[in-house]
């Protein structure tokens, strides 16, 4: 199951995303981009709808 880390770079707040708690890389964004990230919610998640084969491979 995926999960998050909060760090800080430069002194600013990072939410990372990562596969496991074995990944090293994951992602990263700050503040403004997870606002945008909550302000698109509905359409991340149509993309997702769109281009998932299966419900299985939504995880």
Known sequence: MS???????NGSPLI??????DDKFGFKF????ARMIL??????K???EKYT????QVA
């Open 3 to 9: 999960e998050v880390r909060e760090t800080e770079y």
């Open 16 to 21: 990372g995303v990562y596969r496991d708690s």
């Open 30 to 33: 700050g503040v403004k981009k």
């Open 39 to 44: 302000e698109r919610i509905d359409d991340i």
């Open 46 to 48: 149509a993309f997702v």
């Open 53 to 56: 084969k299966t419900p299985a």
